[in-house]
């Protein structure tokens, strides 16, 4: 008896030609069964370049319907979101923000082993606008929704982090998730490096443009030990437990 092998997984990245990193949230394991759902919840990079056909994918094809910026209120309003301004798709500029409000730039010149500590400070300066972000993320009727920063690898990881590891998703996936941005953060850069306000962006040498997965579990250990993890955080900062269930029957498929 021939055996046929199950198809392979699709592909979470999405392809646009004005903006990079962008990649869907479903398909990860969650502990005790199930998948986290697909065409849901989507990470990305700024998506201040998309263009026509970009549009037309991501909110008829991908049915988006909420984007959700985590760049500081003056680097949203300078940058903005390009052509998705002229569609019905609503934006929430819900900050993820410095430790240190004095520091200049998007993030400090950390070595890549302390990036953990800094995704710490983001969480403890970010608990209000991270558990709004959480909300209209276990909102159904807000779908799909998509969070991003400028490269979209720390605001946009923290936020990430977070959600998925309160719906029950392993720290290795969310790690393995997170080091995803590798793949694309050199053209990420280039992109960047057009627009005025990124252009302090480090060389891809830098620490900081690094995502390693032990960065990510480093951040998530301490999550664990310092919160509970994502699901204690959350409710630390004010979430419910009927908020979280609705988060996870949102976002997990059993």
Known sequence: MT?????PEPSRWIELAGADN?????????DGGGTTR????????????????DVALLVDGLRLRTVVDLRGPGEAEREGHGLLTATAVHRANLPVRL??????GVVPDEPENEMHDFYLG??????????????????????SLVFHCAVGKDRTGVCAA??????????????????????????????????????HIPPLGHAYMASTARSMHDFLARLSADYGGGAGWLVRNGFTDAELTRLRDTLVER
């Open 22 to 30: 962008v990649r869907d949230l479903g398909g990860l394991p969650v």
């Open 162 to 199: 977070v959600l998925l590891d309160a719906v029950g998703v392993p720290a290795e996936a969310i790690a393995t998730d997170y080091a995803l941005t590798a793949e694309r953060v050199a053209r990420v850069r280039d992109r960047l490096l057009t627009i005025s306000s990124y252009r």
């Open 3 to 7: 055996v046929v092998p199950p198809p």
């Open 99 to 104: 430790p240190d409000p004095d520091l200049s």
């Open 122 to 143: 983001l969480l403890r300066a970010s608990g209000d606008t991270l558990t709004a972000a959480a909300r209209l993320v276990a909102d159904p009727g807000r779908h």
């Open 38 to 53: 697909r065409g849901v919840l989507f990470r990305a990079a700024t998506l201040q370049g998309v263009t026509a056909e």
